[in-house]
């Protein structure tokens, strides 16, 4: 198995893979083993996009339970027995053909701190909205609506892509549209930046800029995320947090 590695405090887990019959590699890996939290996942998707990803979490940073420590994962991973989660990615293009893609959300906020962005919004090709104000919209996956999509609406979901109006100066509720739904908007006043994930890529948005989203043809399979996002794991690491805050 030709494996590559990437993310933080990759030294703990090199000379731990020494023991599996796998060979590091850093080009056409058969899968990559993206080692920290959820931004090491998101970049090791942009590195190798499409490529198999086994999450695994930072043990400096992230205790885990018995059952789920680096060399069990390692283990199931040889052994083809880590089950396979099949993620949607989404894809914001800008008229002029420049595009971001994105395994959580895509983005696309005010540019200025001190100045709300305006822009209108179609769904499916009918107007939604002629004219929203706020700090701008994240349309997000189900693999990512435990993320930024979460923080706005208080919400998640499962199936589809989800709509989420960032600090609008009038209330509106989110959406949840089908994943084979074409968004589009339009800013009316700018300036605004496009963005996807945690990639430090931008791509400026000014007055009657488009944007349309749609799911990318591209997916990637997560290996072993149920194992990644373990409940008694995350309890293990919320007592942890609250022992470094006393």
């Known amino acids: 198995m030709r494996v ?11 000379g731990k893979l020494n023991a599996f019959p796998v060979e590091t590699v850093e080009t056409r890996p058969d899968v990559v083993i993206s080692y920290g939290g959820d931004g090491s996942l ?28 680096d060399e069990a ?20 293009t800008r008229e002029e053909g420049e595009f971001v893609a994105g395994i959580n959300d895509v983005i696309v906020n005010k540019e200025q701190i001190s100045s709300a962005v305006r822009y209108r919004l179609w769904i499916d ?20 609506s435990t993320g930024y999509y979460r923080s706005i609406t208080h919400s998640s979901f499962r199936v589809g892509m989800g709509l989420a109006f ?11 549209i089908s994943d084979g739904s074409v968004v589009e908007l ?12 945690n990639d430090p890529k931008r791509i400026p948005l000014a007055q009657q800029d488009r944007v349309r989203v749609t799911k990318s043809d591209m997916e990637t399979v997560v290996l072993g995320l149920d194992i990644f996002r373990c409940e008694e794991c995350y309890r293990l690491r919320q007592g ?7």
């Open 42 to 69: 998101l970049g090791a998707e942009r590195d190798f996009p499409g490529v198999p990803k086994c999450p695994i979490r930072d043990s400096r940073s992230c205790p885990k339970c018995d059952r789920h420590g």
């Open 125 to 144: 090709g009918e107007l939604y909205k002629d004219q929203i104000v706020g700090d701008g919209l994240v349309i997000a996956t189900p693999f990512g």
């Open 4 to 14: 590559a590695v990437c993310g933080r405090n990759l030294e703990d887990l090199v």
């Open 166 to 176: 960032n600090n609008s100066t009038e209330p509106l509720d989110h959406l949840v």
């Open 240 to 246: 942890s947090d609250a022992v470094r805050m006393e």
């Open 186 to 197: 339009e800013i009316i006043r700018g300036p605004a930046v496009l963005l996807a994930d």
């Open 73 to 92: 994962i390692l283990d199931r991973l040889v052994r083809h027995a880590l089950s396979e989660t099949r993620i949607i990615k989404l894809q914001a």
